[in-house]
């Protein structure tokens, strides 16, 4: 038996969108919920940052190497921009949303996966170059919160981007229901949240860690 809340909505006449309703509809009660634990995230985060500033001064990286002799703010800048585009193209599939535009929101939501596993791939492959460089989280504590902050936030991307694949389903198989609506605005904050972490880490652990 299906639910209402399987139903197929119009997203442009959703009360959502709407200047004028002042009351509280599903969508955007949920979105509210959702809020509540990018909140919790952003405390999560806030732990990291400051585990990695108290460990982040020269005598913390023991006999090993500090950020300076090891990372890459270019190489590093060219992951800024696939995750800023991501968000910008995921930003097109909420303009799509609003339109009612299925083929729209698949395809904005395509290149914005696609963006995210660049991204996530450029990670990988940096991860890999330290590793060979001996750069690991055993050789000192500076080191261990370096890969603490930088994998979470690694780790929040891939979860974003099965979830993005979780709604091309959803998405092609119910059309846009109220779950389906609100779980892509609920996604749509969860990736905005995490280009902002991403400022945060390539600014004081990227270009601060090389200027060091």
Same mark, same amino acid.
């Given at each position: ?145 370096? *890969? ?10 891939? @979860? +974003?981007? %099965?979830?993005? &694949?979780? !709604?091309? *389903? ?10 389906? @609506? +609100?779980? %892509?605005?609920? &996604?749509? !904050? ?12 390539? @600014? ?6 090389? !200027?060091?």
């Amino acid at each position: 038996m299906s639910s209402t809340h399987d139903v197929s909505i119009d997203p442009s006449q959703a009360t959502l969108w709407s200047d004028d309703y002042e009351g509280h509809d599903v969508i955007s009660t949920r979105t509210f919920g959702f809020w509540m634990y990018v909140l919790s995230d952003g405390m999560l985060f806030a732990t990291l940052f400051a585990a990695y500033g108290v460990l982040s001064y020269s005598h913390s990286y023991y006999t090993g190497p500090t950020p300076a002799q090891f990372v890459a703010p270019w190489y590093t800048f060219i992951q800024t921009m696939a995750l800023f585009l991501s968000v910008l193209a995921y930003g097109f599939a909420m303009t799509a949303l609003k339109q009612g535009n299925k083929t729209g929101v698949i395809n904005a939501i395509i290149a914005s996966m696609v963006l995210g596993i660049v991204f996530l791939g450029l990670d990988i492959h940096d991860v890999l170059r330290m590793i060979g460089m001996g750069v690991t989280p055993e050789v000192s504590g500076g080191l261990s919160a370096f *890969y603490a902050l930088t994998q979470v936030h690694a780790a929040h991307i891939f @979860v +974003g981007l %099965l979830w993005m &694949l979780v !709604m091309l *389903y959803q998405i092609v198989r119910q059309g846009f229901s109220e779950d389906v @609506v +609100g779980r %892509l605005l609920s &996604l749509r !904050m969860f990736w905005k949240f995490q280009a902002v972490m991403w400022v945060f880490i390539y @600014v004081f652990v990227y270009l601060w860690g090389y !200027m060091s």
